[in-house]
């Protein structure tokens, strides 16, 4: 079925379904309509003001303003979210500095959080991140979980800095909080639709409504997103960076008393993409001290009378692969959670199920040449977590949280390495000692494949005390106590080739050539592993608005296992990686003032880590396989300081800025992977004092947002609205080595959006652009040993129109 075809029957089914369900909520939401409009108008201008009326949970697991809580924190909001059309974690990463995303392919994502979590791109399934992702109280155990489209949200909490006491799970950069939207007793609907260019669209819904009344209430969520690619592939013919995803949610309330509440949830997500295609962004023949690279990329394109020189401008967005490749993945759970009001204290318990299905497909070599027809690693994931807690509730100078933690998970991969018979001739450099015979007797046609199972289990108990001294001054302090289990197992094994016996005067030198590109390995692993961590803060509020704060933090981030093709010499116990060891400390100042009219907020930081987990990714000398496997880091350390101004001068304007610096380097790192521009003088270098791969100095962000009554129109007041942002980050770097050819440049991409709106929220449309200026930018550059550096560009202008309403 074509897109267009596909697109249609969507979009009809969509607009069919949500129809009759309006058809149904019409009468009995109708008499809603004047409270619900005067509630949504009261949260967006809060919103717009800084947040006087946000309540968070996420911050110690319970209820309580966002400006009384002492830890640094940006709250975005539903209505944030509505006026940017921002509904993936990429997009919203413009709207906190703090945050940085960037991505090779879902599975392959980074999540830094003041500059720590994860530094490359590039995954491996032993390594968990340091920032964690939670949906309604569920921790994900996998990234890739994180890049499906978010529907039908509350609102998302970035919580910045060490949050192990309460969370745990390996957050000890920051933990991304995300609350979905709970089952009404009163009956919703809302449904929007966006077309826009470059085959554009996006249909999203929401209906909530009783099934017995104050018993039982249902919420279904959906959407659904489809957009051609921004780049095309002269070789197949092609567009490619098409993207596909379709989410559905589903939830019950049971409520079969005053103090009792039941929320189960199941949702399903399917993304599909023709990704990745890489682009050569530059080319060098030369290492940074003059000397030829040898056996460089034109060298290699000569050979072959029917190669093309790749432009090496990037923004051409034009690309040669020959190879299929794809990003496609499903994600999907079940989750159940107890809420019980016992009276003074409430009882918390989350049970969860998740999957996560990863099937990828790579163009290894990148150029129309058969060289590397397989690079892929598929993932299974499966986990489960169960969390109760108790907390109390009320207001005395004592109040607490304990409780305990459970969390089994496995991830099994399955590689796969296939070469083409353009391999030989490609990676044999000219008048090497092995002829080309050998190299295409070993090359051409071979595959090996490769098994991994790494497994987790972790139990936690944790608990924190409240303490208000006096009732401008409160002490904070908490423990967490982790016991982990980690193994798994290592198998490559050789699949497919020509019979190397075959040629007997060969078979020596294209056996060593197999197993340079894909040795035969098999090992297993296993550890266990004991931490605590803890916090202690003292918050004081100087005035009724204005909130003064310090905090020292020590978290732990479990070991990891190294299950993958490792360097030549490390052994199955260098295959376990030690766990982190995390310092931080805080101060940080929450003000409201001018009638709650201006928010003010700031933190300063340092955290210093030790044994810091990072993914190293190198290249196989003299050919262009990388390998990619972790290890530790002696230290790093991120020190700086963050602000958030938001400001609602008068009703119908309010403007917002944020701003973060982080100053993150390595504080000892002697032998790091050498830079593929020095590759010539020595295998290892040191980044001491350098700073960390993926983490801009400065970051900023400008928003502002105006209202303008127009009148009646049919008995509804008519609304003119608009809305502009700028998001700014300095330049930096994308790979584990601080590659001066990796170096991305600094850049600012602005967005808006103007729309009208009746004050009911029956009718709303609106004209969108984002990336207003069409700014050419690059996601991440992968320098390699051949001098060619390949990279992913940024989405380029985009603009459309969406259409919403509220029943």
């Known amino acids: 079925m074509s897109y267009s075809s596909r697109t249609l029957r969507h979009l009809a089914l969509a607009s069919s379904g949500l129809a009759l369900f309006a058809s149904a909520l019409t009468a009995n939401a109708a008499e809603a309509h004047e409270d619900e409009a005067s509630t949504a108008i009261a949260d967006e201008a809060a919103d717009a003001a800084g947040g006087a009326a946000i309540v968070v949970t996420g911050s110690r697991r319970r209820e309580e303003k966002a400006q009384d809580v002492p830890i640094a924190l940006s709250v975005v909001s539903a209505a944030s979210l509505e006026r940017r059309g921002d509904y993936t974690l990429g997009q919203i990463q413009q709207q906190v500095p703090s945050l940085q995303v960037f991505s090779f392919n879902p599975r392959n994502t980074n999540i830094n959080i003041r500059g720590l979590g994860s530094n490359v791109a590039l995954t491996n399934d032993g390594l968990e991140n340091g920032v964690g992702f939670y949906i309604d109280n569920v ?3 996998r990234v890739g979980l994180s890049q499906f489209d978010l529907v039908d949200l509350q609102q998302i909490e970035v919580l910045r800095g060490p949050q192990g006491t309460l969370f745990g799970k390996n957050t000890t950069s920051g933990v991304i909080n995300i609350t979905s939207r709970k089952p009404s007793f009163d009956p919703e609907l809302s449904a929007e639709a966006s077309v826009g260019d470059y085959g554009y669209y996006q249909v999203r819904g929401s209906a909530s409504a009783p099934l017995i009344s104050d018993l ?4 279904v969520s959906g959407a659904l997103t489809e957009r051609r690619g921004f780049l095309y592939n002269i070789t197949q013919k092609e567009r490619a960076q098409d993207y596909y995803n379709a989410s559905v949610r589903g939830q019950l309330l049971f409520t079969p008393s005053s103090d009792v509440e039941v929320r189960i949830i199941g949702d399903y997500s399917k993304q599909r993409q023709n990704f990745v295609m890489n682009l050569f962004t530059e080319n060098h023949t030369t290492y940074e001290n003059g000397a030829v690279i040898p056996n460089n990329l034109l060298d290699r394109l000569a050979r072959f009378s029917n190669s093309i020189v790749p432009s090496f401008n990037a923004f051409d967005r034009i690309g040669q692969a020959d190879g299929h490749y794809q990003s496609n993945m499903d994600g999907y759970g079940v989750s159940g959670q107890l809420d019980w009001d016992l009276g003074g204290s409430k009882l918390t318990a989350i049970t969860a199920y998740r999957w996560w299905d990863w099937n990828p497909a790579n163009d290894g070599d990148s150029t129309l040449h058969p060289v590397i027809t397989k690079a892929q690693q598929s993932n299974r994931q499966r986990q489960f977590s169960q969390e109760i ?4 509730d009320g207001d005395g100078p004592l109040s607490y949280v304990v409780g305990g933690y459970y969390f089994w998970q496995i991830i099994r991969g399955y590689g796969k390495s296939a070469y083409g018979p353009a391999a030989g001739l490609w990676n044999r450099a000219p008048g090497a000692a092995v002829p080309l015979a050998a190299w295409d007797l070993a090359l051409d046609g071979f595959e090996a494949n490769s098994t991994s199972d790494p497994r987790t289990k972790s139990l936690a108990a944790f608990g924190q005390l409240d303490w208000k001294i006096t009732e401008a001054l409160t002490l904070t ?8 289990k980690k193994d798994g197992s290592y198998n490559q094994w050789w699949v497919t080739g020509r019979d190397l016996a075959s040629v007997p005067a060969l078979t020596a030198a294209a056996t060593a050539i197999r197993s340079q590109f894909n040795p035969i390995v098999s090992y297993s692993t296993a550890f266990s592993d004991d931490s605590v961590s803890g916090l202690v803060s003292l918050s004081w509020k100087i005035a009724p608005q204005v909130l003064l704060y310090g905090s020292y933090s020590r978290g732990n981030k479990s070991g990891g296992i190294n299950l993958t093709n490792l360097p030549t010499g490390f052994t199955a116990a260098q295959a376990r990686v030690a766990p982190e060891k995390v310092d931080a400390f805080e101060l940080g100042f929450k003000s409201q003032f001018l009638d709650n009219r201006v928010t003010f907020n700031g933190a300063l ?3 210093d880590i030790s044994d810091y987990q990072t993914s ?3 290249q196989i000398a003299n050919t262009v396989n990388y390998r990619q496997y972790i290890t530790n880091i002696p230290k790093v350390r991120s020190r700086g300081f963050e602000a958030d101004l938001n400001v609602a001068p008068v009703e119908y304007f ?11 380097k390595y504080i000892d790192f002697k032998n790091a992977p050498q830079a593929p521009e020095r590759l010539n003088i020595s295998q290892i270098q040191d980044l001491s004092g350098a700073p960390l791969a993926g983490v801009p100095k400065f970051t900023y962000t400008l928003g502002a947002d105006a209202n303008l ?7 509804r007041e008519l609304t003119l609205y608009g809305h502009a942002d700028y998001s700014h980050r300095s330049s930096f770097n994308t790979s584990s080595s601080n590659s001066a050819w990796a170096q991305i440049p600094a850049f600012g991409l602005a967005n808006a959006r103007i729309g009208l709106r009746t004050d009911d929220g029956l009718i709303d449309v609106s004209f969108w652009v984002k990336n207003l200026f069409d700014k050419d930018y690059y996601l991440s550059l992968s320098p390699g040993n051949t001098g060619a550096v390949t990279g992913q560009v940024g989405e380029p202008r985009t603009l459309g129109v969406t259409l919403r309403t509220k029943l």
Do not use: C
Request: charged fraction near 15%; avoid cysteine.
């Open 477 to 484: 302090g908490g423990l967490r106590y982790t016991h982990e």
């Open 389 to 392: 807690r108790l907390a109390s």
């Open 616 to 618: 190293i990714t190198e």
């Open 605 to 607: 930081y340092q955290t």
């Open 709 to 715: 009554p127009l009148g009646e129109l049919g008995g």
């Open 139 to 141: 921790y994900y155990g």
């Open 216 to 219: 039982l209430a249902v919420r």
């Open 654 to 664: 309010s403007f917002n800025a944020s701003i973060a610096y982080a100053d993150a």
